[in-house]
């Protein structure tokens, strides 16, 4: 099955209404109640979908959005974005050296 990317076109940006609207690869346009436009963009870690803001889009344009999503969709395959676990807390981890 082919990926689509590039849903999405300067107009339709402008004109969408309410909700979450794919542009592709990850990618969403959203819409919410009051008219504000936002670009996020989705992705899975460790069975789980999280989502990653990219900016307004009043201010980030299309074209950008597309850009910094396939910035992130990279380092996220590089293992840039990595799970919090296996990482010490706050509580375990001091400043201070331990004596063994």
Known sequence: MVRVIGKLSAMAVKSL???M???GAGLYLCV???GARSW???YMLNS???EMGLGPAHTVG???ARKRAGEWRLKRLDGWIRS????PS???RSSTPRER
Request: charged share 40%; net charge positive; hydrophobic share 30%.
């Open 21 to 23: 609207h794919a542009d």
């Open 84 to 87: 919090r676990r296996g990482r």
């Open 32 to 34: 919410n109640a009051a």
């Open 17 to 19: 209404g309410r909700g």
């Open 40 to 42: 996020i963009y989705r």
């Open 48 to 50: 789980r979908a999280r």
């Open 62 to 64: 299309l074209t950008e």
């Open 90 to 92: 706050a509580a375990r």
